[in-house]
């Protein structure tokens, strides 16, 4: 049975883990025959959205907390993963991804990654394990990795930002994948297009069947 | 193209309502070729809980902006459900079902049911329009209705309970629905039984399968 790592960003779209990509991505792994275990950064979250409006919350929450909800409790801190003790790393989407797990949304390809998340990637990488990453994810990815192939869909200044930091981008439409088979690198868009919840589950599976065909 | 209408009580198991079936309703409708569109009632949650320790935030939170995480922005309150705009009603479950949508939890059979909850119910009942409820939320459906059968899984507090309010309950399994046929009450039981998330799948398929058959 294949292990995967997965790192979620908190809980909601704009300012955390995107909800309907970390729920697909679970039920992907576990209709294909594997498990998985949860992680996120122990920190606070960049900040909190409402929802509703858009708007900022004069709030704080913190990331590993918020996606305990998703998780129904079982998660790690982000510390704690060690490549040894799994087959695979996936990482959905959402604006968390790009505000906490990184600050790409804020400074674009000048960007940090969080070092517990850099670490889990180049780890991994390095081992000779498959990483995914769906939606907006992967341009934490091309900040660890630099020359690797990927997509995030068709978005024009995104596909810019990734390209500065050394990506090769792949447009590509629903549920279709990328894969980098230097690093083994395997990429989604899911709601980097304008998609319905049928197209993120087809995205979710369709990457997971990916990296279990490569782990064969 | 059937409409349904989706409660939801929040953003969580604990407190609120359950991610998973949440996101699975949805998915279940599209992928069955239905729409959908979501409420919540506009309230301060019971409480918020920490779901990594089980214990309780000193934090407020809104029903409504909440469960929008899921909804991802996409959200009516309550009180603007009008049954003619829709051909069904479903309602997923964790703890928001029986903290903020009734107060189950606290009173048992004795509980009382959010107004615009129980009008929607008692409204789309009268049209003879099915609904639909995951997990716990069968508690509101047996509050406002009484003599329905439906099933919770197999715990026994809560099957009594249920009993007390006047339902009549069917033991069943993960997948498993109950179909009262008289009111056009679909049930299945999801995380009120031991499951993991391809159990929560089948079951939220399952039941929106039968309320689509009804409709046919």
């Known amino acids: 049975m294949k292990k995967y790592a997965i790192i979620l960003s908190g809980n909601g779209v704009f300012d955390g883990a995107e909800?309907?990509?970390?729920t697909m991505t679970m039920l992907a792994i576990?209709?294909?025959?594997?498990?998985?275990?949860?992680?996120a950064p122990d920190m606070e979250q960049y900040h909190v959205v409402n929802h509703m409006t858009g708007e900022e919350m004069?709030?704080?929450r913190n990331v590993m907390i918020e996606a305990s909800r998703i998780a129904r409790g079982d998660i790690k801190p982000m510390s704690e993963y060690n490549e040894s003790d799994f087959d695979a790393l996936i990482m959905p989407g959402g604006f968390g991804a790009a505000k906490n797990l990184s600050d790409f949304a804020i400074k674009g390809p000048d960007c940090n990654?969080?070092?517990d998340v850099e670490k889990a990637?180049?780890?991994?990488?390095?081992?000779?394990?498959?990483?995914?990453?769906?939606?907006?994810?992967?341009?934490?990815?091309?900040?660890?990795l630099g020359d690797v192939e990927?997509?995030?869909g068709q978005d024009q200044d995104t596909i810019k930002g990734l390209e500065a930091m050394g990506a090769r981008h792949k447009k590509t439409d629903h549920g279709e994948v990328v894969v980098d088979k230097k690093h083994n690198v395997f990429t989604t868009?899911?709601?980097?297009?304008?998609?319905?919840?049928?197209?993120?589950?087809e995205g979710a599976e369709n990457v997971v069947k990916a990296m279990n065909k490569k782990m064969k």
Chains 1, 2 share one sequence.
Request: glycine content about 6%.
């Open 19 to 22: 909800i309907h990509e970390s």
């Open 189 to 201: 868009p899911c709601y980097m297009l304008d998609a319905n919840i049928l197209q993120i589950w």
């Open 30 to 39: 576990k209709k294909h025959g594997g498990e998985y275990q949860i992680f």
């Open 150 to 152: 990927l997509t995030i």
């Open 58 to 60: 004069n709030e704080k």
């Open 113 to 115: 990654v969080n070092p």
């Open 121 to 144: 990637i180049k780890d991994t990488v390095a081992a000779g394990k498959p990483v995914g990453a769906l939606c907006i994810s992967p341009a934490i990815v091309a900040k660890v």
